[in-house]
């Protein structure tokens, strides 16, 4: 277990090395001044240089990826000029919402999609299978933005029952943290249903799999109910394809939800990136991309140690 907890954990810390290297480069080769993008074109000469200089782009290219790399490292990721703020606070102001959102929407996902991949598999063939994998392909097919948007006219137009866009706030009482709550609701459910739609999908496939091995068998001869059966034995050996999608989706959902949080003008990690892009604040952008590929590789590696709680094979390196 030691061997392979050590083995994982070197290729994560390789993997966000290159990552780093990479995502730095990308931004070096971008066209364009960044000084003069966020001065204007009538800015001084002077002044320019002062931003140049400010922003370290008068230094050498390898000095200022060490320089980023090892601040980095001890948790400076540099101070926004745009937002006058460093860019940790400004991601923990704004993990505050995308957090939440992820961990709901993710939670929402899974109790919608292991119930109805384990039904479905349980009914491989019969019409029960074919309606519940005909609604996860619609599920997969429709944007999530267009599911949103009707959400918002049915739930938040139509009927007021959540609103239909902004985030109040956390607040210190309970009835702030009830607003805000109910602020997530429809953000989150758009996330969640195309998000189950695939994990449905994955469950049916690993779990219909499963279903055809011999201790399966095994277990039906013991005379084990079938309830027994489904939940105990062939979904615990089937978990493995998906807790792999599972941690892609909290992944994607943390750093992948620029459209759902401009769609409901949520001020989340997803619209910083927006803003930070639109406005060429560069060390905003390679600071949260960088925590977003660190944030993906953390959930990985969480992956790969609940794959050897769940598979003994991988404690004992077979």
Known sequence: MTAYLLRRLTIAIATLLVASLVVFSILEILPGDPARIMLGMNASADTLEALRTEMGLDRPVVARYLSWLGGMATGDFGRSLTYSSSVTDLVL????????????????????????????????????????????????????????????????????L???????????????????????VLPAVSLALPQAAILARVTRSAMVEVMGEDYIRTARAKGLPRRVVLWRHALRNALIPVLTIMGLQFAFLLAGTIIIENVFYLPGLGRLIFQAISQRDLIVVEGVVMLL?????????????????VDPRLRTGR
């Open 162 to 184: 959540v609103p239909a866009g902004g985030f109040p706030g956390w607040g210190e009482t309970w009835a702030s943290h009830f607003e805000a709550l109910k602020a997530l």
């Open 93 to 160: 102001e704004r993990l505050a919402v995308s957090l939440p959102l992820a961990a709901i929407a993710l939670a929402l996902s899974t109790a919608i999609a292991i119930p109805v991949g384990v039904f479905a598999a349980s009914r491989r063939g019969h019409a029960a299978d074919t309606l519940s994998m005909g609604a996860a392909q619609v599920g997969v097919a429709v944007p999530n933005f267009w599911f949103a948007l009707l959400l918002v006219y049915v739930f938040a137009v139509g009927l007021r």
């Open 293 to 309: 590929v660190a944030s993906v590789i953390l959930i990985n590696l969480l992956v790969d140690i609940c794959y050897a709680a």
